[in-house]
Structures are given as C-alpha cells and as structure tokens.
C-alpha cells in the first residue's frame, strides 16, 4: 500500500485546513488509518485514528474539538479537517495505515506511511 498524503500549506491562526491521505490499493479499506506529525526538533506525536469502517475514531488531546478524522473508502482516502489552527500545530503531518482494522496511537502499529505533508501556521 502506498500512502500519498496532501493538503498542507501555510495558514494563519484560526484557519482551517483539510488533509487528505489517499492510498494505492482497495486493501485500505480493510485497514486502520492515522495521522501522526512531527514538529522541527520534537519526536513524532499522534494526533488522530479511524477504524477501518470509521465506527472507531480517537484523537489526541491536543487536537480533540479541533480536529476531525474521516475516511471514503469507495475513495480509497482518508481525511483529516483541521479547525482553530494554532501555531503549535505546525508540523510535517503523516498518514499511516496499520495491519490490522485498528492500529490505535501507537506508531509500531503502522506498517504503511506517506511521504508527509507541512503545515505552518503562523501567528
């Protein structure tokens, strides 16, 4: 499976932005999906997860009210809407997809990963 995740770019603070994860293959599907980032200097950190159908979702407290996870699966993409964008959301944003039809927070879950994209929010 290969992920290609799009949509970053640079916003002020209060925008909005949506990600989107689109994947190579129909098997996605079948598999729990994730968004982690990565800020400049800062070790990888989750923010959001949906189960295979979406009847599972989790967020990140950091990002819990702001930010929403969802996924096509006719369009083989996941989405990630972000709302209230603040300057600590800045980051290279990943999506991964796991083995299993939920992989939960925990980045070892996930054997897929996209290349990225950045988000910069200025103030």
Known sequence: ???QAS????VQAGDSLRLSCAASRRTFSNNGVSWFRQAPGK?????????????SIAYADSVKG??????D??????????TSL???DTAGYYCAAA???WGGDEARMYR????GTLVTVSS
Do not use: H
């Open 1 to 3: 499976v290969q992920l």
């Open 7 to 10: 949509g970053g770019g640079l």
């Open 43 to 55: 070790e990888r950190e989750f923010v959001a997860s949906i189960s295979w159908r979406g009847g």
């Open 66 to 71: 702001r930010f929403t996870i969802s996924r």
């Open 73 to 82: 699966n006719a369009k083989n993409t996941v989405y990630l809407q972000m």
């Open 86 to 88: 603040k300057p600590e």
């Open 99 to 101: 083995l299993l039809a």
């Open 112 to 115: 897929y990963w996209g290349q």
